[in-house]
Every structure is written in C-alpha cells, then in structure tokens.
C-alpha cells in the first residue's frame, strides 16, 4: 500500500484563511493517502475549520488540533513577518501527536505544509519515494530572495553537495519548511527534535534537521531537483476599509 504522509499545517484566524484552508483542502480530495494534521493558533478549535474538514469529506483523514502561541512570541499587527518564528508551538504539538498516535512500524512521511503556499499535487508522489531513515528534498520557488531555492546534486545525481541559497547560506541546512518532508522512523529514532522559538531567523528548518540528518543523507526528489512543484507564495493582507464601514453601521457583507 502507499505510505502515508501526515502533512502539518499551522493556521490562524484571519479574514483569508477559508480561502486558504480551501484551496489545500482540495489537494487531500485528490490523495487517499494524505493524512491532514491541522493546528489552530488559537485557545479552541473553531467551526471555520471544523465545518471546512467536514465539507470537504476529511474528518477520518484528518486531526483537529489547537494551541495558541504564547502572548510574548505572537506577531502584532503592525510588526512584520520575520520579526518572530511562526507556528513553533503549532507544529511541535502535531510532532507530539505524530509520536503518540502513528504506528512506527508503518511507512510514513511528515511535511509541513503551511496553508499559504501553493502545492502541486506531483509534490505529494514525490515524498512517497522518500526511503526510511531518509529526508527528502527538492526546490521551492519564489522564496529567499530567488526565483527558485534548490539543492545542488554531485555529477551522478545521488548526492546534495550544496545549495543555490543567496538568503544566509551559512546556514546548516539554508531551505525553506517547504523544501522537505521526513520519513516518520527517524522522529522516533530522534525524539528529541523539535522546533524551538530562541533560534535565529531563518534557522527553524536547521533546528529540526541537525537532530534528525545530515547533508550527505539527504535524499533528492523531484527529478534531480529540477523541478519546482511548490511555490512560497503569499497572500496580501486583506483591504477590509469599507466592511469596517458597515460594521460601525451595524451591517456587515457576509451575512
Ligand atoms: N501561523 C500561525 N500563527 C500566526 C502566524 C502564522 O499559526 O500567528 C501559521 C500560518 O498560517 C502558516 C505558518 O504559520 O501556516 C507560517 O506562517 P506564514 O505563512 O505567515 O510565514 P512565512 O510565509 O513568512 O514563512
Ligand atoms: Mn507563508
């Protein structure tokens, strides 16, 4: 049978996230084999979510999580993006419940799939080649600064003897959370690693991986990673100035 992959998806309330949500949700409609493991950034679930995972028929293949960031790590509204790690204590629960729940004798993969990027669906085929005790890798587009962030192969393709990172390249491991997934035998074999909040930007994806693996180990999917299969978009914060109108009048558009 295919192996399973458990894809870990942070997410928080805001006005674009059903979009968000949606979009991956259709993903999981076209893979049997997709497990969801979905976080609310929140103190409770919320039927936003709940009502999405039902409606798109993934309740069995999902699991609906919740945990707020604490107060001092949390991004203000005016603070921008990088200025703290995003979804540290969302992805560390799911690695909890990863380690809890899923059988280590069964072939499976770990990704996290933040609900912002876009994904192809060939993305997917590709970490069910991951081998045991392997992480995968391939390129991302449209992330650190390039128009893709790859791995660079040896001569014969078997190998990662660098990376095309222009974005601190001194970094262990300098790839996106999107660039990887984590065949699942290696958190039980490394139950140590985790995500952590006093790293440096930019370090969370080194965070985990230098527990777990080395370069030389790294297995390179994506045919010899060529091709780019995720993209590190993101969305524009939504302009809401005149539902904010309505709103002081009482009304609102989404009624
Ligand atoms: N996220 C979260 N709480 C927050 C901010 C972000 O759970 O306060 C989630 C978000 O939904 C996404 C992941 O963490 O799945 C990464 O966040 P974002 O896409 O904003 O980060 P970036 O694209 O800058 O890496
Ligand atoms: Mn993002």
């Known amino acids: 049978s295919l ?3 458990y894809a870990i998806t942070p997410t928080y309330t805001r006005p674009s996230q059903k979009a968000e949500l949606t979009r991956l949700s259709h993903i999981f409609m076209l893979l049997s084999n997709l497990h969801w493991v979905i976080i609310e950034d ?23 999580l ?3 960031t604490p107060v001092g790590y949390k991004l203000k509204n005016k603070d ?34 933040d609900d912002d990027n876009s994904y192809s669906v060939e993305l997917f085929v590709e970490m069910m080649k ?10 991302v ?14 001569e014969d393709n078997t190998h990662v003897i660098g990376f095309n990172a222009a974005w601190r390249p001194e970094r262990p491991f300098p790839i996106d959370m999107a660039a990887f997934a984590i065949s699942t035998d290696l958190l039980f074999k490394y139950p140590q690693a985790q995500f952590a909040y006093e790293v440096e930007r930019g370090y969370q ?19 010899n990673c060529r091709d780019v299969l ?16 309505l709103n002081k009048e009482g009304k609102r558009s989404d009624e």
């Open 3 to 5: 192996p399973k992959i």
């Open 42 to 64: 929140a103190n409770t679930t919320t039927p936003v979510v709940r009502n999405l995972l039902r409606q798109a028929g993934l309740s069995e293949r999902s699991t609906h």
């Open 66 to 68: 919740n945990i707020k």
């Open 80 to 113: 921008p993006n990088w200025l703290k790690p995003r979804g540290v204590e969302q992805r560390n629960l799911a690695l909890n419940w990863i380690r809890t729940n899923v059988n280590p004798e069964q072939r499976s993969v770990i990704f996290f799939m």
């Open 130 to 139: 991951i081998e045991p005790g392997r992480v995968g890798v391939w390129p």
């Open 141 to 154: 587009g449209l992330v650190g600064g390039l128009m893709v962030e790859k791995p660079i192969l040896n």
């Open 205 to 223: 994806e080194s965070e985990i991986l230098r527990h777990i693996t080395t370069r030389e180990k790294l297995q390179p999917l994506a045919n």
């Open 230 to 245: 995720v993209w590190h978009t993101r969305t524009e914060k939504t302009n809401l100035v005149s539902e904010v109108k």
